[in-house]
């Protein structure tokens, strides 16, 4: 089935120490987004990327970082990460070129900082 | 870790009746509305989307509601199962616009 895939699904890292996120995807879809999600709120974009253009939100801190080698992933690298980073990441993609304007998220990685 | 959330506004629902979900808009432009169902420790699951020219979608079990005048969605779930328990979002976006705008969220808690 064409989905969206996100590893790991659990990610423990320690307060400063670099960390990577990855998403795939197999609906050859143009778009790729990721998303930060806290507790009992909606989710928060980061950043996506429309083919190899990258377009970031005004208020993602500098500590936030993504990579997209080819269309099928996309990478999320938080370069020393808080205690506040700690949430839900969401993989998102979608192919506005074919009017697919509605997102389809992966299952998300939850990430934990000690 | 995590900071603290918000509550959530909950609708409890006894199994078997219907559930309305409502959400105020705020981008008069928009023009293409999104539900998503999120269960506990999950992604957003795609439901049913809307465009302006429509004011009701009915897909399985759902029907989606689009007053523009007021800027109000609605989703209405027939027959509420345990399954349904989950957050529900709803998010718009326009033509061109590569970005969703997600509303709060709403609990929906069956009660068997």
């Known amino acids: 089935d064409a989905m969206v895939i996100q590893n790991p699904r659990y990610q423990v890292t320690q307060f400063g120490k670099p960390v990577t996120l990855s998403c795939s995807q197999t609906l050859n879809h143009n778009v790729m987004y990721w998303y930060q999600q806290k507790s009992s709120q909606a989710p928060k974009l980061l950043f996506h990327?429309?083919?190899?253009?990258?377009?970031n939100e005004a208020d993602t801190p500098d500590n936030f970082q993504s990579r997209r080698p080819n269309t099928s992933f996309c990478f999320l690298d938080i370069r020393s990460p808080g205690l506040g980073d700690a949430a839900m990441y969401l993989c998102?993609?979608?192919?506005?070129?074919?009017?697919?304007?509605?997102?389809?998220f992966g299952p998300g990685t939850r990430l934990l900082v000690l | 870790g995590e900071s603290v959330g918000l509550h959530l506004p909950t609708l409890s629902v006894q199994e078997g009746d219907n559930s309305i979900i409502n959400c105020a808009y705020s981008?008069?432009?928009?023009?293409?509305f999104i539900w998503y169902k999120q269960e506990s420790g999950k992604g957003p699951q795609f439901i049913i989307d809307?465009?302006?020219?429509?004011d009701k979608r009915q897909g399985q079990r759902v029907t989606v509601l689009l007053n523009k005048t007021v800027k109000h969605l609605s989703l209405q779930i027939a027959a509420t199962q345990p399954g349904d328990s989950a957050v529900y979002f709803c998010a718009e976006t326009y033509y061109g616009n590569n970005r969703l705008a997600f509303g709060k969220g709403n609990q929906v808690v069956v009660i068997p």
């Open positions: 981008n008069s432009a928009s023009d293409y």
């Open positions: 998102a993609t979608n192919h506005p070129g074919q009017g697919a304007v509605t997102q389809y």
């Open positions: 990327y429309y083919d190899k253009d990258f377009n």
């Open positions: 809307i465009r302006s020219n429509m």
